[in-house]
């Protein structure tokens, strides 16, 4: 089974693209809606709460988990993968999301390229040091968006269009004209339109799921021992950490189509 963790609801958009490119797996999914959104969180607490949903997600029966957050993954997933794993659960792995779009948009050779993402994956700076390792002549400049995983996640869309609009003002004022925009948010996937309204027609935007999905059947591929203790089927679980109406609706928002949530405590 693999399993997928995110503080909310952006990782189901990412679930989606990954079912379409590998259907014959069972999948389990956690959101961490009680404690969402990370991105204001300090990366000590970050750390602590994806440690305790990675475990859970072992403990139902993933033997991989992908942290379907960008914000988990830049400032959490090298410490997991080099201490915490070898320790704890050697024969397990963790992967991230930012470093296969960071891989994509390193191999265009692009001078210039803009990031709107949390506070937390700004202040990571997580994004700049894995595109300059592929190619040192790239410029990234970065956009923090506080408000607008709490927008998407209460539903108040009405604000949307003039918060996205300031924060594509901000990024361009930094930069202009940019080559590639990274939406390094997995919630931004659901508003992406709206970037394209506010940013220079042509420009290439890179958004996650079908970049993650294809970078993870190649990382099955290339390893088949463990692509085995993977259980294939059709079982698919959704789990989350609050208990309400509202994060039915929005799980179901995210992920396209009606879903059974299940309440778990992390802890």
């Not at 930094?174 to 508003?191: E, R």
């Not at 059709?234 to 992920?255: C, D, G, M, R, W």
Request: proline share 4%; hydrophobic share 40%.
């Amino acid at each position: 089974m693999i399993g997928f963790f995110d503080s909310g609801f952006g990782g189901l958009t990412i679930l989606k693209e990954v079912e379409k490119t590998l259907p014959n797996f069972s999948y389990i999914y956690l959101g961490d809606n009680a404690r969402a959104p990370y991105g204001g969180h300090s990366q000590e607490i970050i750390y602590q709460y994806i440690i305790e949903g990675v475990e859970e997600l072992f403990r139902q029966g993933a033997k991989l988990v992908i942290l379907a957050c960008n914000t988990a993954s830049a400032v959490a997933l090298k410490k997991l993968q080099q201490e915490w794993l070898p320790l704890h659960y050697p024969d397990r792995r963790v992967l991230g999301i930012f470093n296969p779009i960071v891989e994509e948009a390193g191999a265009h050779n692009f001078k210039t390229i803009g990031l709107f993402a949390t506070q937390a994956t700004v202040e990571s700076e997580a994004f700049i040091r894995e595109i300059v390792k592929i190619d040192m002549d790239v410029t990234v400049f970065q956009q923090a968006c506080p408000l607008l995983v709490p927008i998407i996640e209460t539903g108040n869309f009405d604000q949307l269009e003039s918060v996205v609009q300031k924060y594509a003002q901000e990024l361009s004022e930094k930069s202009n004209p940019m080559d590639a925009i990274i939406l390094g948010c997995t919630h931004y996937a659901i508003v992406a339109k709206t970037f394209r309204k506010y940013l220079p027609a042509g420009i290439k935007i890179f958004s996650q799921g079908e970049i993650v999905a294809k970078k993870l059947k190649e990382y099955l591929d290339r390893h088949p021992e463990f692509k085995g203790k993977l259980k294939e089927g059709e079982k698919k679980i959704f789990l989350t950490t609050e208990n309400s109406p509202h994060v039915q609706v929005l799980a179901e928002l995210f992920y396209g189509e009606k879903i059974d949530l299940f309440v778990v405590s992390l802890s």
